[in-house]
Each structure stands twice: as C-alpha cells, then as structure tokens.
C-alpha cells in the first residue's frame, strides 16, 4: 500500500467515520457539521492528518506516573553496578536511558538493563528508530549537504514505504530488546528530529512519491485545487516581497510545500508511534529533542502533539507552553532537558518545570564526575530532587491546569509567514539564518504576550487552529489573544466571531487574518475587519507598515547577533513608537481600537507588543507599561486568583501556576509560586534561566476569597483566611493547596 494512502470504512453508529490509515492505526472522526464549500474546514474536520495516536490518561500515566529525572549517560565515569546504583538513587536521579544498542555493547548481563531493573530506575530508549534518518548529520556533517538543503529536490532520505520498513526493523529490534524491563518508560524514535536539518531553513520536498503532494493539494484545496509543476524556493519568493502589495501577496506556492512537509511528516511519524505501540502496547512513543514552532522541521506542534505519546522539547520559541496547552488532560509525559549550568539553576529547573505539568529531565551528563568521583555540586541538588520526585510529583499525579479563562491563539501558518517576512532582511544569506526562536518576530511577540498574562498574574492555554476549526472556542474561555496572527482561513474567522458575538472579548495585536491560511494576501481587508471595526487596505505595502523597508519590525540582519531585547528593537529601526511605549503596525489606522460586536468586545491594539521583552528586563516600573494590553482583560472581567501582596522590584519575575487535583468527592487547586526569568537554550538544548535570583524574600499570598491552606513541602495546615505570609526562596517554588478553585 503506498504510504499515503488508507482505506475509510463507514458506518451508521452515533454519526461516527472510522478511518483506517494504516494495517495497525484505527482513528475516529466526528461527521462534519463545516459550511458548504469549504473545502479547508472539510480538510481539518476529516482528515487523517489530524486524528491522534493513543493519547488516553491512564494509560499513559501508568507507563510513566511521575516525575523522573532520566541522566543522558554521555561522560557515565562510574560504571553501572551496586555503587553508582545507590548513588544514582540517594541523590534523585531515579531514572534513566538506554541507547538503541546498549545491550549488544555493554553485553546482557553485566549491561545497562540489568543495572536499571536491580535499581528500579524508569527509563527511556533513545534512537530506538536508530539514528540517520529521521536526523540527517549531526554537527558539522550538515556542511558539505548545504547545496541539498537549500535545493528543491527530495530529502536524501525520503519518506517512502522502503524508508518506513526499515525504521520498523530498528523499532522491533530495539523495543524486543528492553520490553521485558518492568521499568520501560518510553521510546523515541530519534533526537532532534526533523524533516530537515533540526528549524535550519530547508526547501526539498520529503518523499519521493510525486503523486502525494497534488493528492495532499486537492484534499486541502477541493476542486479548485492549484496545479503546482514546480518545487520552489524562498528565492522564488524572496525578491518579490518588496514591490508587492497585500492584494498582491501570494506565498502560496513556498507555504504549501512546507505545511505539505509538515503533514507527511506528522502522519509519518504517528504510524511509526503505532507501530512501536504494536509491538509493546504498554508503552509510550515518541520524539527527543524538540525545537521551537517553525517554518522548517515538523514542528507544527498543533499537529505533532496529536502523533505522539511522549515528547522531550527544548525550552524555546513558547514551546514549553505550546506542549503543556496541547496535551490532552497532562495525560502525555512530558519532559526538558536539563544542563548543569549552576546550583541554583539546576534547582530552578526542577521546580519551575513541575510548576508547569512537566514529568521530568533527561539530564546531559558533562562534567558531573571528576574521574571516577562525582562533583559536590550533585550533593547541593539532591534535597531538591528527592523532594520533587517523593513528595510534590504525587501531589501532581493525575492533576490538570487550570487557566484563568484566557486562551492564546496558535496559527502555525502565521509562523511560517512570519518567516518569509522576517528573513526578507538577509538578502540572498537567508541560507544561513539559524537559531530562528532567538530572531523570529512570531517567537518575540508570543514570549511578550506570556510574560505579560503572567505578571499580570493570569495564566493562559494555547488554543490551536486545528481545535477552532474542529470545536469553535470552549466557553470556558472568557478572552482570546490573536499574537501576530497574521494567517487566518475563513473557517478560523467563522469561529471567531461567533466566540465574540456569544459575548467573548477578542484582542489582536496586529495585522490579524489580513492573510489566509496559504499565505495569499486577501483583496477585501483582514478576514476579521468587521469585527473589529476596521479596515486594512490591500493596498497596503510594507512601507505602510512599521516604518521600515520590511514587512517586519525588526531589521533581522542587523540585529542577527542581539544582546540586549533594547538593542534588538532600537537598531536600525525606523518605527513609529507610540506614547504607550510600543511600535505601530500600520500607520494609517488606529492604535487600541475597541469595538462592540454582537455582545462581545474586539480589540484592535495595531501595536506589537515586542517592547515588554525589553521592559520587562528592565525591571518592575517598566514592566507597568503592560498596561496599555492588559487593562482589556480586566474590563473583560479576568481577575488573578491569587495576588502578591506589596509586589516590588525584589519579587519582579514571580509566577503562580495553578492545577486541579480530584480529592475524594470535591477538588484541591495546587499553587506554585515559582519564578519566571528569562531562558537560554538552543537547538542542541537548554532551558536554562537568566538572571535568576535566590534570594530570600518575605511574601504574602492574598487570595480574593476565604481559603483553607495547606502548605504542601512542609505539610502544615495554615488556617483558614485570604493573607498567608511566609519566605519564599526564589529560586525554588512555594508549594500549596486548598480546597476548590
């Protein structure tokens, strides 16, 4: 059976289609309910591309039910017997990881796996799809394939039936090999996957079927679907960008290819998942290694997290966050990677990632031993580790996050156009433009909008394009943020406003829809101008917008190797800066444009909120000028649960993080008072923070209604009241419970 094709059995039970994609993949999906015509809403309502793999909670908790520091064993100095096991547990590193070969290297008995059961150690296996194909070269090798890279031909590996079958046989070799451990955890099919080179940009097509990409075309498309004879390039577009104007834009052709990449590779991946499900059904499978959301790679995380069951991603471009919004009830273990930066650092990572839903760390093993001796620094972390593994991650075992009715939107087509708007700046060097969380006008603009929910005391979920389409907005929303949302199809629209009509507020930063989801520009105005009260003329050109030559901002080029978020946004740079503090997007239109529409409220900011990252780094006064964007989320009634009373410059950067836990017949909210510094990290790993304090520092938490409270790391009753004060290590993370929400 080609790889692209499957089989759709119907029948007459409660509306169902069950659609067969694979010898070992049965999925179900609802019957449409999309507007006639719409082929794009057909495509995300049926499609095989977006229906899950297993994903069910229990399952999965019971294959990895908690939090698990797994160390990467790559400078292991002591050996795998009684005396590094029971240092291995008496210092919290309670799990582990096995290589695709370990057994066959280190031999079966006196091996890794024999270690990891006397020791009780959970583990995952890495590479256990091998290693050299769903990650091409590593290091320096990508340099003599550059010319293939940034070529329109196939991948050097494609994905193809011969490709699938013998990662099956690295899956049926390496999963038989560990199955029988009671302390299997998870496997990854590989580390760092991509259908690239990790996010580096990269223009081949992925398979070699010629057939699947028109295929794929009239499914998204229907009819009307475009003849597309050529592979293209960003260079086929690049120049072009200059002299068009909205009504002219068409990116269609390079965005297409790419979104066409990211769905072979995400159903690809799924049938491997189920595979290595066929062969050990108790176990989850997935993908180390995760990068930012991207243009390049497979990391459409709205359709990744459904083709996975377990996932290690790096800290970058909201990932963390995108992972933890599009997990299904924190069913999926979950975890980051962790290197030994500091101390204090190492002790942050561990409490600021359970903070968040995370079930662990694959921790890097470099420079931990002096020879055969472990360093001091693994006696300093261990309290630490012990506490989160034997004391807060059952508090956390089965809990799920609670939000304070604020969703932000993940358009992955708005990435990939952010992109091709960013790079315009490089010229013909966009082939060498890397690191792309630390550049990317769609990575800043979500990272402000985190920080500032957070210090404003909300948290948020993200809502993905391909949930909108399939479900509208939940109503457990109450506000909608739209972060340079610049890509919007008519099915995304639809359900927008109807949330705003039902009485929903919506807040746009700008440009919003003013493209579609192919990267075409619309000729009538954004896809959502008459909800906000607006009109974006489609003869707009980048001129018009921002102040510069670009589309964007941000001068990228000139700014490729920023130190400061100051730096980034002041040189070279043109823009109008408003007396708000922020730049305006188009020139001709309003800044913070309220409308009323149906019994909802729309608000049209026209202003990037890009300038908070520097603001906020400059401590707590200029964190203020917030204001300007969240002042809309109080009038929509978002108040924070819990408040830091007298907050100052001392306790700038603090976060609360709130999940609900089943307690007999009613249910406890866990309270994380962690802090939030900025993180470093890059596509080889990380999630380290900057700036990080440890101080000290008296705080008092004042809730806004009477509680009982519990604090969790010692185990003393409170009292009841709305004040509690106690010290917080900031470093660390306050742990606390009561009852209700």
């Known amino acids: 059976m080609p790889f692209h094709s499957f089989f759709i059995q119907r029948h007459k039970k409660k509306g169902l289609m069950f659609l067969r994609a694979s010898a070992f993949s049965v999925f179900f999906i609802t019957s449409s309910h999309a507007v006639a015509g719409d082929p794009y809403e057909e495509y995300v309502l049926k499609s095989a591309d977006f229906s899950p793999v297993k994903q069910e909670k229990e399952w999965a908790y019971k294959a990895f039910p908690s939090w698990t520091y797994m160390p990467w064993t790559y400078q292991w100095r002591i050996g795998y017997n009684d005396e590094s096991g029971q240092w291995s547990l008496k210092h919290g590193y309670n799990g582990a990881f096995m290589d695709r070969d370990a057994m066959e290297a280190e031999g079966s008995k006196s091996g890794r796996l024999d270690w990891i059961n006397k020791f009780g150690l959970r583990f995952y296996m890495d590479h256990a799809a091998d290693k050299g194909i769903l990650h091409l070269w590593d290091g320096d090798q990508l340099k003599p394939h550059l010319s293939e890279v940034h070529g329109t031909g196939i991948r050097p590996v494609p994905l193809n039936d ?26 990854a099919l590989d580390d760092e996957a991509s259908w690239g080179h990790f996010v580096h940009p990269t223009m081949w097509r992925i398979t070699d079927d010629a057939a699947a990409y028109p295929k794929w075309l009239a499914e998204v498309y229907g009819p009307t ?68 959301p991207s243009a390049f790679g497979g990391y459409d995380y709205a359709r990744l997290m459904r083709k996975v069951q377990f996932i290690e991603s790096y800290n970058l471009g909201s990932s963390q966050a995108i992972i933890r919004s599009f997990n299904p009830h924190n069913a999926l273990p979950a975890v980051t990677s962790c290197f030994h930066q500091s101390v204090d650092d190492d002790i942050w990572q561990a409490w600021y990632y359970i903070a968040h839903g995370n079930r662990g760390h694959i921790g890097w093993v470099e420079n931990w031993f002096d020879g055969k001796t472990p360093k001091d620094w693994h006696e300093q972390v261990a309290p630490t580790y012990l506490e989160v593994a034997n004391k807060i991650s059952p508090l956390m075992s089965g809990a799920e996050w609670l939000h304070d009715g604020v969703a932000v939107y993940y358009s992955h087509p708005s990435i990939q ?12 060097t966009w082939v060498n433009r890397n690191n792309d969380e630390k550049l990317s006008s769609s990575s800043h603009v979500r ?57 929903g507020t919506v807040i746009a930063d700008y440009l919003p829809g003013v493209w579609d989801q192919h990267g075409k520009g619309r000729a009538d105005g954004g896809a959502l101008d008459e909800m906000f009260g607006t009109h974006h003329d489609s003869a707009l050109h980048a001129s018009d917008i921002f102040g510069g030559k670009l589309w964007v901002e941000v001068d990228q080029d000139a700014n490729f190797s920023w130190k400061s978020y100051e730096e980034f946004l002041t040189n070279k740079n043109t823009c109008i800066k408003e007396t708000s503090g922020f730049y305006r997007a188009v020139r001709a239109l309003p800044v913070d444009k309220v409308n009323h529409f149906g019994r909802g409220t729309a608000v049209l900011m026209n202003l990037s909120p890009q300038w908070y990252n520097a603001y906020r780094t400059a401590g707590a006064a200029a964190s203020a000028k917030r204001g300007v964007f969240m002042h809309h989320l109080s009038d929509a009634g978002i108040t924070p649960r819990v408040r830091l009373k007298s907050a100052d410059e001392s306790t700038h950067g603090y976060e609360m993080t709130y999940w609900a836990k089943a307690a007999g017949s009613s249910k406890r909210t866990i309270l994380f008072l962690c802090l939030n510094p900025e993180i470093s990290g890059t596509a080889l790993g990380g999630g380290n923070s900057v700036g990080l304090k440890s101080a000290l520092v008296p705080v008092t938490l004042q809730f806004a209604k009477e509680v009982q409270l519990r604090d969790e790391r010692t185990g003393k009753e409170m009292g009841s009241g709305k004040e509690f004060s106690f010290d917080w290590k900031q470093n660390e993370a306050a742990v606390v419970s009561f009852e209700g929400s």
């Open 162 to 187: 011969v490709t699938r079958t013998k990662l099956q046989g690295y899956l049926r070799k390496h999963i038989t090999s560990v199955k029988s451990s009671p302390y299997r955890a998870a496997y």
């Open 225 to 292: 679907a475009p003849r597309r004879d050529k592979w293209i390039s960003y260079e086929d577009i690049r120049p072009n960008l200059s002299a068009w104007s909205i009504k002219d834009f068409d990116a269609s052709p390079l965005m297409d290819q790419w979104t066409f990449n990211d769905a072979l590779w995400a159903n690809y991946l799924g049938g491997l998942v189920e595979y290595a499900n066929s062969i050990d059904p108790a176990t989850p499978c997935g993908i180390v290694g995760g990068q930012a």
């Open 447 to 503: 990272h402000a909008w985190e920080n500032m929910l957070r210090d404003s005391g909300f948290q948020y979920n993200y809502l993905s394009y391909v949930d909108v389409i399939q479900k509208g907005i939940p109503a457990e929303y109450k506000v909608l943020i739209l972060p340079a949302c610049l890509c919007l199809s008519d099915a995304e629209a639809r359900q927008i406003k109807a949330f705003c009509q039902r009485g």
């Open 417 to 428: 156009l952010g992109w091709i708007l960013d790079a315009e700046a490089h010229g013909k």
